[in-house]
């Protein structure tokens, strides 16, 4: 705190800025952003993406107006991200999540789809403490969630049914979700697009079903990133 004199002479205490700072660094701490991706801003991805393709440019562009215009106009929708694998899904929405982070105050979270599958599956050990409504829980009450490779796991009847239960109470709750995929956003007859081939034809429908393929129509609009690689050029692992 420190105190301060206001226009009619009297003297207060307020909050002072590194009172603020401490509390973004609370909330990108909650957030549960991996090491890998700690990084990851709209700055950071401009510069590893030199000359890319202009789909990603676009992204870029668009992803930044989401932020500024958080919540006033995004209105509950979120975005999908949709694209091969290395062209910067993860950056890009680690960026968002950082951005309404630190400029807004917005609540966060950061989760990998396989590996909230996973926890999920593991709780129903009876040996187990922890419930699935203790691990879905923070993410059904998430301001703003970030959900990492959406349709990275095998489909079954399960997957389908939590897939279902997790949209679908931040749909009703009007909550804001980032989501990436490696999976076209293509409906059922669609033509056959670059991510569908890399990923041996399959769709978004295919992995997670048609109804929730439909569901996030409403929830999210669509952002296509294109281009090759970047882990296997700038980000290919090599010693110094």
């Known amino acids: 705190m420190r105190v301060q004199r206001r226009p009619n002479g009297r003297f207060a205490a307020e909050p002072c800025e ?3 700072e401490q509390r973004r660094a ?15 801003s709209f700055d950071s991805y401009e510069a590893s993406f030199p ?12 992803t930044r107006r989401f932020v500024d215009g958080y919540p006033a106009t995004t209105e509950g929708h979120g975005l999908l991200l949709t694209g091969s694998i290395g062209v910067g899904k993860t950056h890009l929405a680690v960026g968002i999540l950082q951005s309404l982070i630190v400029e807004k105050g917005v609540h966060g979270l950061f989760c990998d789809y396989r590996e909230l599958l ?10 187990v403490l922890t419930t699935e409504l203790d691990i879905l829980r923070p993410v059904f009450d998430a301001e703003v969630l970030v959900l990492d490779e959406l349709g990275a796991s095998k489909p079954t009847e399960w997957v389908w049914d939590t897939v ?13 979700t980032i989501i990436t ?12 697009t670059s991510p569908q081939r890399a990923m041996r034809d399959e769709t978004l429908g295919d992995r997670i079903g048609e109804r929730m393929r439909s569901r996030l129509a409403e929830m999210c609009v669509v952002v296509e990133m294109h281009g090759a690689d970047f882990r296997q050029k700038v980000g290919r692992a090599r010693f110094a």
């Open 26 to 40: 609370t909330l990108v701490e909650r957030a549960h952003i991996p090491r890998r991706y700690q990084h990851c």
């Open 164 to 176: 279902a239960h997790i949209l679908n109470t931040r749909y009703n709750d009007k909550r804001t």
């Open 181 to 192: 995929t490696n999976y076209a956003d293509a409906p059922p007859g669609g033509v056959a």
């Open 18 to 20: 590194c009172r603020f």
């Open 51 to 62: 000359g890319a393709d202009r789909s990603l440019a676009a992204a870029h562009l668009m």
């Open 118 to 127: 996973k926890e999920i599956q593991h709780s129903y050990n009876p040996q």
